[in-house]
């Protein structure tokens, strides 16, 4: 057991990474109360980064085959994750709901690749810039929904 560890060092770490990364995400969304949390962006974010080990190892492997092609596996982790994010859309009333958390998934599957092929600058930034968005834009988002929802009610009352 301690073999695999001592081997397999890197892939462990990416597979950590891509964890606490995806955590940091779903806290956000834990704290303002969606769905989606903390255990659902770790695993999006880790299994992207899971498919990506697999597809490199994948191409050392077959390297040599006519007609492989590795990259088609990081492709399908966004059409997985768009599949995945369309069930958390809906429409509720005339308000449509759940978009921004699967645009915060699909976002996350994106860190998990990166952090996949070991770009982890690119994803600790990423998931900076996604944090900065969410907890920004949700403090700035709410003074504008009370004069919209203001607004709302002025129009219904005519």
């Given at each position: 057991m301690e073999q695999f560890f001592t081997q397999n060092n890197e892939i462990i770490l990416k597979l950590i990474i891509a964890i606490v990364l995806g955590m940091f995400i779903g806290a956000e969304r834990l704290l303002v109360h969606k769905e989606a949390g903390m255990k659902t962006h770790s695993l999006v974010a880790?299994?992207?980064?899971?498919?990506?080990?697999?597809?490199?190892?994948?191409?050392?492997?077959?390297?040599?085959?006519?007609?492989?092609?590795?990259?088609?596996?990081?492709?399908?982790?966004?059409?997985?994750?768009?599949?995945?994010?369309?069930?958390?859309?809906?429409?509720?009333?005339?308000?449509?709901?759940?978009?921004?958390?699967?645009?915060?998934?699909?976002?996350?599957?994106?860190?998990?690749?990166?952090?996949?092929?070991?770009?982890?600058?690119?994803?600790?930034?990423?998931?900076?810039?996604?944090?900065?968005?969410?907890?920004?834009?949700?403090i700035l988002e709410k003074p504008i929904r009370k004069i919209s929802d203001k607004n709302e009610n002025l129009s219904r009352d005519i």
């Open positions: 880790m299994g992207a980064t899971l498919f990506i080990i697999v597809s490199e190892f994948l191409s050392e492997k077959y390297a040599g085959v006519s007609g492989f092609n590795p990259g088609i596996i990081a492709s399908n982790i966004v059409v997985g994750i768009g599949f995945l994010g369309a069930g958390l859309i809906i429409l509720h009333g005339d308000r449509l709901m759940g978009l921004t958390t699967a645009s915060g998934l699909w976002v996350t599957a994106g860190i998990g690749i990166a952090v996949g092929f070991g770009l982890f600058n690119l994803a600790t930034i990423s998931t900076v810039l996604v944090l900065l968005i969410f907890i920004t834009m949700n």
